[in-house]
C-alpha cells in the first residue's frame, strides 16, 4: 500500500451507511449477535466526521427499542437476544447521540444494571454471571449517563477495580488478571467517572501504556503483541485520562491508522493491508480524534462518546 495521505472520510461515511443495507455481507453475518454495539460503533463514526444526519434517527431509535427487554430492563444485542450489559450501554449510547434518552424507562434500565452487582463490589455482564472489569466499566458507565450512579454501592465498585490492579501498574480481567489496555481503559474510565483517579500511580501506568507503541508507530495491547488499530483509543484514552498522552509520538501512530484504511471503498482494518470493519473503522477515527486530527469531532476518553454529547447530557437537567 502506498503513501497514508490524509483521511478518507467521505469513503468511511459511505462505507459505513452501505454496510448496514448488505444484510446478506459475511460482515453482517459476523455482526448478527452484536449489532447493538455495531450500530454503536458506526453511528459514532458518523457523528464524529459530522454526519449523524445520513441516517434516519427514527428508524433506529426504533430498532435500539425492539432490541430492550422490559420485563428485565436490559438490552440484547439483537431482536430476540438475551440482554446484556454490554448490549445495554451500547443501546444507552446510541440513544445519546440522538438525544433520545426520554424513550427509556429510565429507571428500569438502571434497576437492570443495579442488579447485576455482586456483593464484592464486582459486577456480572448478565444472569448467568461472568465477572469482568469490562463489566464494571460498562455498569458505571451506563449509570453515569443515565444520572443513576447513585443506585449502586460505588465505594465498593472502586475497591473491587482497585484489587485488579497489578505491580506493573496496570489493570485485568480480575484480580490477579494479566495487564491489558482494554481492561486498563476500563479500570480507569470507571475511576474517572466515580472521581477515583487517586488510586492510580500516573507514572507506573503511563510508561507502561506508551512503552505499547511499536516500531511501526502502532500500539499493541500487552508486550510481544502485534500492533492493532484499536489500541490507538484504549491505550490513547486512558493515557489522557492519567494526563500522560504526551508521552506517545502521535505523529507515527496517526500515520499508522491512516495506512490502515481502505482509501477506495473506505473502512479501516486492524494493521495495514488487512481487511476493514466497523470495529476498526470505528477506533481509528476514535483515536485520530483523541490525537485532535482536523475534521473530526472531540471525543470524551471516559464515556467514548462525541464531547458535545456528553456535555449535554450533563449540563442539561437531572432525569
Ligand atoms: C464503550 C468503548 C466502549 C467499550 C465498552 C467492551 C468494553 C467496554 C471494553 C473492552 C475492552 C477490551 C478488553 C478490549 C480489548 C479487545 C481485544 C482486541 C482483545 C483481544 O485480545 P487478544 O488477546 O489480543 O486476542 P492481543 O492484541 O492481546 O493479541
Known amino acids: ?6 483521511l478518507a472520510a467521505e469513503q468511511h461515511v459511505r462505507y459505513i451507511v452501505t454496510a448496514e443495507k448488505k444484510k446478506d455481507s459475511f460482515e453482517s453475518l459476523v455482526m448478527e449477535h452484536l449489532r447493538a454495539s455495531g450500530a454503536y460503533w458506526g453511528l459514532t463514526t458518523l457523528d464524529l466526521l459530522h454526519k449523524l444526519h445520513a441516517v434516519d434517527s427514527a428508524e433506529v431509535v ?17 431482536v430476540g437476544h438475551d440482554p446484556h450489559v454490554l448490549y445495554t450501554l451500547s443501546a444507552v449510547q446510541v ?7 426520554d424513550v427509556l424507562d429510565v429507571d428500569k434500565v438502571a434497576d437492570y444494571v443495579t442488579g447485576l452487582q455482586n456483593e464484592d463490589g464486582s459486577f456480572s455482564g448478565d444472569i448467568w454471571g461472568e465477572v469482568d472489569t469490562r463489566f464494571s466499566y460498562i ?3 451506563t449509570l453515569s449517563l443515565l444520572h443513576r450512579l447513585h443506585k449502586i454501592n460505588v465505594d465498593k465498585a472502586v475497591e473491587y477495580i482497585v484489587s485488579c490492579k497489578n505491580l506493573d501498574g496496570g489493570f485485568g480481567a480480575m484480580p490477579g488478571g ?8 476500563c479500570c480507569v474510565g470507571a475511576l ?12 507506573l501506568l503511563g510508561w507502561w501504556l506508551c512503552e505499547r507503541q511499536c516500531r511501526d508507530g502502532g500500539l499493541n495491547g500487552r508486550p510481544e503483541k502485534l500492533a492493532d488499530v484499536c489500541y490507538s483509543w484504549w491505550v490513547l484514552s486512558s493515557l489522557i485520562m492519567i494526563d500522560r498522552v504526551h508521552w506517545i509520538d502521535k505523529e507515527k501512530l496517526a500515520k499508522f491508522i491512516l495506512n490502515c484504511q481502505d482509501k477506495e471503498n473506505g473502512g479501516i482494518s486492524d ?10 473503522t470505528y477506533f481509528g477515527v476514535a483515536g485520530l480524534s483523541l490525537m485532535e486530527y482536523p475534521g473530526v469531532k472531540p471525543m470524551d476518553p471516559a464515556y467514548a462518546l462525541p464531547l458535545d454529547v456528553v456535555n449535554r447530557i450533563f449540563l442539561s437537567k437531572q432525569q
Do not use: K
Not at 62 to 72: A, Q, V
Not at 192 to 203: V, Y
Open 62 to 78: 426504533d430498532w435500539i427499542m425492539s432490541c430492550y427487554h422490559p420485563e428485565s430492563g436490559g438490552f440484547g444485542g439483537n
Open 95 to 101: 440513544l445519546c447521540l440522538f438525544d433520545r434518552l
Open 271 to 280: 494493521r495495514p493491508d488487512n481487511a476493514v470493519d466497523i470495529y476498526h
Open 178 to 185: 494479566e495487564s491489558h489496555a482494554g481492561q486498563i481503559f
Open 192 to 203: 474517572a467517572i466515580t472521581g477515583s483517579l487517586h488510586h492510580i500511580d500516573r507514572d
Open 139 to 141: 455498569s458505571i458507565c
Open 1 to 6: 500500500m502506498g503513501e497514508q495521505g490524509e
